[in-house]
């Protein structure tokens, strides 16, 4: 065990990190002055792990479960980990994402008690044939619920339709009929599959002290026997280069249609750095074309074809990527037509340089204010950490990026024929 502290200048930040014997990985992000401390303890494990090899051994799970374990979590036999945490002044919470769950919570005190609770309940399951079937229906009342949420119908009906068979376009809760197969038995194995230590990782940061936190779970996780760690491999069918659908539409009760626009990317980036690189190019080409202060938003917000909600995100990962662009508008057809305009006149013409340039600087700023407080900077520490990536070597890679791989980009990018198209329009009387 070896404790290793680095200083990044670029962005004032040291990190404080150890790998325990167990495997698990403790990231401390110290910050002078700072109040309060926000903890996040995470499984590389998430919606889209629905199939894998255990040592060899093939499994296939419903979907939904990574969020359904999730939740399985925070119950104890003897009383509420939520109530645990309020009562030692912390606030406490877990979310799953596509490729990990996270649990955490953040607090101006307390911090060596609340550490220890986030630790404990979270390697000590409870499941119960009673508590599991209990669970099913809580999940499906938050399934129902998210069935009329437009936003979320009008974001997973694009990746619905961006994918064909990549469990990315499967919803993060599963289906009705999913939930109802998972058994107190699968759960506990997946439990065991991917919560041992060698597959999370703990960031701290804020005013904790590195070494008192790295002290306190080199102490906690001795006290615990572990098995040895399996030995995992994700499983995911060949996804095909078409989009599933070009179009879907459905109808909800909203004020204003919702549309939003996807391009799916089939030359993925396996390593981290070229992932790394690859977001941070697409994400200023994003800024510099179709950003706040680029003509485009301005001329669309002019002509009221967009509102405040409107923007854009790219997703990167090493199996699957895809970018969202969209929000309210009056007139989907039209918002699609100026944008597909704009698009090939910046793929004839290439981005205009000072706004490039603006976008970088922009960038920077963003993450460097972003880095100022605890709960953003853990989790995108976090979500880079685990794809082995370094967060703080953003700014170099901005910096580093020209227009000319920004413009590389925009053409390999916006291929019309990876593109699909979700609308939510007002439900007709």
């Given at each position: 065990?070896?404790?290793?502290?680095?200083?990044?200048?670029?962005?004032?930040?040291?990190?404080?990190?150890?790998?325990?014997?167990?495997?698990?990985?403790?990231?401390?992000?110290?910050?002078?002055?700072?109040?309060?401390?926000?903890?996040?303890?995470?499984?590389?494990?998430?919606?889209?792990?629905?199939?894998?090899?255990?040592?060899?051994?093939?499994?296939?799970?419903?979907?939904?479960?990574?969020?359904?374990?999730?939740?399985?979590m925070?119950?104890?036999?003897?009383?509420?980990?939520?109530?645990?945490?309020?009562?030692?002044?912390?606030?406490?919470?877990?979310?799953?994402?596509?490729?990990?769950?996270?649990?955490?919570?953040?607090?101006?005190?307390?911090?060596?008690?609340?550490?220890?609770?986030?630790?404990?309940?979270?390697?000590?399951?409870?499941?119960?044939?009673?508590?599991?079937?209990?669970?099913?229906?809580?999940?499906?009342?938050?399934?129902?619920?998210?069935?009329?949420?437009?936003?979320?119908?009008?974001?997973?009906?694009?990746?619905?339709?961006?994918?064909?068979?990549?469990?990315?376009?499967?919803?993060i809760?599963?289906?009705?009929?999913?939930?109802?197969?998972?058994?107190?038995?699968?759960?506990?194995?997946?439990?065991?599959?991917?919560?041992?230590?060698?597959?999370?990782?703990?960031?701290?940061?804020g005013?904790?002290?590195?070494?008192?936190?790295?002290?306190?779970?080199?102490?906690?996780?001795?006290?615990?026997?572990?098995?040895?760690?399996?030995?995992?491999?994700?499983?995911?069918?060949?996804?095909?280069?078409?989009?599933?659908?070009?179009?879907?539409?459905r109808?909800?009760?909203?004020?204003l249609?919702?549309?939003?626009?996807?391009?799916?990317e089939?030359?993925?980036?396996?390593?981290?750095?070229?992932?790394m690189?690859?977001?941070?190019?697409t994400?200023?080409?994003?800024?510099?074309?179709?950003?706040?202060?680029?003509?485009?938003?301005?001329s669309?917000?002019?002509?009221?074809?967009?509102?405040?909600?409107?923007?854009?995100?790219?997703?990167?990962?090493?199996?699957?990527?895809?970018?969202?662009?969209?929000?309210?508008?009056?007139?989907?057809?039209?918002?699609?037509?100026?944008?597909?305009?704009?698009i090939?006149?910046?793929?004839?013409?290439?981005?205009?340089?000072?706004r490039?340039?603006?976008?970088?600087?922009?960038?920077?700023?963003?993450?460097?204010?972003?880095?100022?407080?605890?709960?953003?900077?853990?989790?995108?520490?976090?979500?880079w950490?685990?794809?082995?990536?370094?967060?703080?070597?953003?700014?170099?890679?901005?910096?580093?990026?020209?227009?000319?791989?920004a413009?590389?980009?925009?053409?390999?990018?916006?291929?019309?024929?990876?593109?699909?198209?979700?609308?939510?329009?007002?439900?007709?009387?």
């Amino acid at each position: 065990m070896t404790v290793e502290e680095r200083h990044y200048p670029d962005v004032d930040e040291t990190v404080v990190r150890e790998k325990l014997p167990n495997g698990l990985e403790v990231h401390v992000l110290p910050k002078a002055g700072c109040s309060k401390t926000y903890a996040v303890f995470a499984t590389r494990y998430g919606s889209v792990d629905n199939r894998f090899a255990v040592n060899g051994e093939e499994i296939r799970v419903p979907d939904g479960i990574a969020h359904f374990l999730e939740h399985k979590m925070f119950e104890e036999p003897d009383g509420d980990i939520f109530a645990k945490f309020a009562k030692q002044g912390a606030s406490a919470n877990a979310f799953t994402s596509f490729d990990r769950t996270v649990y955490l919570f953040t607090a101006a005190g307390q911090i060596p008690e609340n550490l220890e609770t986030l630790l404990d309940f979270v390697q000590r399951p409870y499941f119960t044939d009673e508590n599991v079937e209990k669970e099913k229906g809580i999940i499906e009342q938050e399934i129902n619920m998210y069935r009329d949420n437009p936003d979320w119908q009008v974001y997973f009906g694009l990746i619905g339709a961006l994918y064909q068979r990549h469990p990315v376009r499967i919803d993060i809760a599963g289906t009705a009929e999913s939930i109802r197969r998972i058994d107190k038995e699968t759960l506990y194995r997946c439990y065991e599959t991917f919560y041992h230590p060698s597959n999370m990782t703990l960031v701290v940061a804020g005013g904790a002290d590195p070494e008192d936190v790295i002290r306190l779970v080199r102490e906690n996780q001795a006290k615990k026997s572990f098995a040895p760690a399996p030995e995992i491999s994700r499983l995911f069918d060949a996804e095909p280069p078409e989009v599933g659908s070009p179009r879907v539409e459905r109808e909800l009760p909203v004020s204003l249609p919702k549309c939003m626009i996807g391009f799916k990317e089939t030359d993925l980036v396996r390593d981290a750095d070229g992932l790394m690189r690859r977001e941070a190019a697409t994400k200023l080409m994003f800024e510099a074309l179709i950003g706040p202060s680029s003509e485009l938003y301005q001329s669309l917000y002019d002509d009221q074809l967009i509102s405040d909600s409107f923007g854009s995100e790219y997703n990167c990962t090493p199996e699957y990527a895809f970018s969202v662009i969209g929000g309210e508008t009056r007139d989907p057809d039209a918002l699609l037509a100026r944008i597909r305009e704009a698009i090939e006149r910046a793929k004839a013409e290439g981005l205009d340089p000072a706004r490039f340039e603006r976008a970088k600087r922009k960038r920077i700023g963003a993450l460097l204010r972003m880095l100022d407080r605890p709960e953003s900077a853990a989790n995108e520490y976090l979500r880079w950490n685990l794809r082995g990536g370094n967060l703080f070597r953003l700014p170099e890679l901005y910096r580093d990026i020209g227009i000319g791989e920004a413009e590389e980009r925009l053409r390999a990018h916006f291929d019309w024929n990876r593109m699909a198209v979700s609308i939510v329009r007002s439900r007709k009387a």
